[in-house]
């Protein structure tokens, strides 16, 4: 059984027990991530408070397929583009955040974010020369901070 017949099989059978039956699309990438859409009518109870069933779900997702094949997947599930919407936001915030670091040249704090939101906006980060982003703080505390390149005291 190849990577997308096996997240089909774990899939469908974790949607069988919340008795729904949504749209799915699954492809694997030239990276080998596993990328996993699902869409439908009345999906927010998956979702959760501010993504956080959702991640809930990818987790469990990435659990099975590593107890059916002993091989750790890379899983992004999205559901009704929650997370494409979310990693826009994230990409918003942190635009405006590099503006006001290039502006006054300092040091711009992000709110609280989880892992996940955090790695999105280190990737964008990553994408400028003049700026550098770094995480401070522990657990939920945890947060990016923004600094200019030529300033990183």
């Known amino acids: 059984m190849d990577k997308k017949e096996l997240v089909k099989s774990i899939l469908d059978d974790l949607l069988h027990h919340f008795d729904i039956k949504p749209q799915t699309d699954i492809s694997v990438d030239g ?19 501010r993504g956080q069933s959702l991640d809930a779900l990818q987790s469990i997702l990435t659990h099975i397929y590593y107890k059916k094949s002993n091989e750790w997947p890379v899983l992004l599930l999205d559901i009704n583009d929650y997370n494409s919407q979310r990693i826009e936001r994230l990409h918003s915030i942190a635009r405006r955040s590099i503006d006001k670091v290039r ?23 990553s994408e400028y020369d003049d700026v550098i982003s770094e995480s401070q703080g522990e657990g939920r505390n945890r947060r990016v901070h923004l ?4 300033k990183t005291s």
């Open 31 to 49: 990276d080998e991530n596993i990328k996993i859409s699902i869409q439908g009518d009345d999906l927010s109870f998956l979702i959760g408070y």
């Open 103 to 125: 502006f006054f040249q300092s040091e711009v704090i992000l709110p609280y974010m989880n892992p996940w939101e955090r790695r999105q906006v280190h990737t964008l980060i």
């Open 147 to 150: 600094k200019p390149k030529n």
